[in-house]
């Protein structure tokens, strides 16, 4: 693809427009998934004051994904219009390498699209200034502005589901490079391993993400399990093998990590994801085999996110206020409703 043009910079990148938030207003936010599409609308304080659960239409192709937002784009501009409330601005934030100078999904496994100007199109068809952003980098920010990372300036938040990815901020600055920083899930943990979709083999995704764990207890046993949760349970539950697919995990999670923390001395490691509801099940053994790697290195504090599966909607919230020129909320992570 060429590069060799490139359009005005987004409204979060434009010159300086700080100014305190007021009590008229509001945002869209939007976190679009794989499976599903989580939205709301954000007042000053970031409360929700509605929102919109909608799954995304993959299978029937980037378009028909793209209208699917359109629309719950247009039914969150509704509720904020019955507010009584002018909409500021709209933040949506969706998987893949995003490219946030460009405005561009750059490339996306999961929903199919590759070099799409989704932030122009979205304006085009819904008539709101749209400013687009990646899932994780917006949960990293949500989780540094609002949850586990407050107040911190070096952090890593992964996030572990389908995939994993992990989103940098490094004296209190976010590592976008292009969109391509922060692919952790590729980092390689088991030379020659297991073929992966990026092409690679024996990346972390391959071993540690949430279906590289279910599916590695069913082909070591044959039962098959719903997800990574009953393999976490069943580890608590003292079952070998479980037990041992739940510490390679760990041990390659540690592994990839230690990679991070050489190259970006991250202080807060704040971990989400479906994985990380099972608490310190993984945390403790991941805190233990990230130890035993560190020699001079600082031993950053492991925590588990705070926001859950909000983390994205709130951080494309973030997003939205950031590019209306907005000074972002310091609200506490327990002012924000679910």
């Known amino acids: ?9 987004p409204a979060h990148s434009a010159g300086p427009r700080s100014r305190a938030l007021d009590d008229r207003g509001c945002v869209l936010g939007l976190d679009v998934g794989g499976t599903g599409m989580k939205g709301a609308v954000f007042d000053s304080g970031m409360r929700p004051l509605g929102s919109v659960r909608r799954p995304t239409p993959r299978a029937e192709g980037h378009g028909a994904v793209v209208d699917a937002v359109a629309d719950a784009l247009e039914e969150l501009g509704r509720t ?39 932030a122009a199109l979205l304006r085009e068809r819904t008539g709101q200034s749209v400013t687009l952003g990646h899932d994780v980098r917006a949960g990293g920010a949500a989780e540094g502005v609002l ?25 209190g600055r976010p590592v976008r490079a292009g969109g391509y920083a922060g692919e952790l899930g590729h980092v390689v943990v088991e030379p020659g391993g297991e073929a992966c979709a990026c092409g690679g083999r024996g990346c972390l995704e391959t071993v540690a993400s949430a279906s590289a764990v279910a599916a590695a207890y069913t082909a070591r046993t044959g039962r098959r399990v719903a997800g990574a949760a009953d393999v976490a349970a069943l580890t608590e539950r ?3 093998v479980a037990r041992a697919v739940w510490n ?30 099972a608490g310190r099940l993984l945390l403790d053994p991941v805190e233990a085999a990230l130890a035993a790697r560190l020699t001079f290195q600082h031993r950053p504090v492991l925590l588990r996110a705070a926001l859950g599966d909000r983390a994205g909607c709130l951080g494309a919230g973030l997003l939205a206020w ?9 609200a506490p992570a327990g002012a924000v409703a679910s």
Not at 1 to 9: C, G, L, N, V
Not at 322 to 330: D, I, N, Q, Y
């Open 322 to 330: 950031e590019a209306a020129g907005f000074t972002a909320p310091a």
């Open 248 to 277: 390679r995990a760990a041990e390659a999670l540690a592994c990839a990590l230690a990679t991070a923390v050489s190259l970006f001395a991250p202080r807060t490691v704040v971990v989400g994801g479906g994985l990380a509801e």
């Open 147 to 171: 949850g586990a990372a407050r107040g911190a300036r070096d952090t890593l938040f992964v996030a572990i589901g389908t995939g994993i990815a992990a989103a940098v901020v490094s004296d």
């Open 238 to 240: 003292g079952d070998p």
């Open 1 to 9: 693809m060429t590069r060799s043009t490139r359009p005005s910079p």
């Open 80 to 118: 904020a219009a019955e507010h009584g409330l002018p909409l500021r601005h709209t933040g949506v934030v969706v998987p893949g390498i995003v490219d946030d100078d460009l405005q561009r999904a750059v490339w996306s496994a999961n929903l199919g699209w590759r070099d799409l100007p989704l």
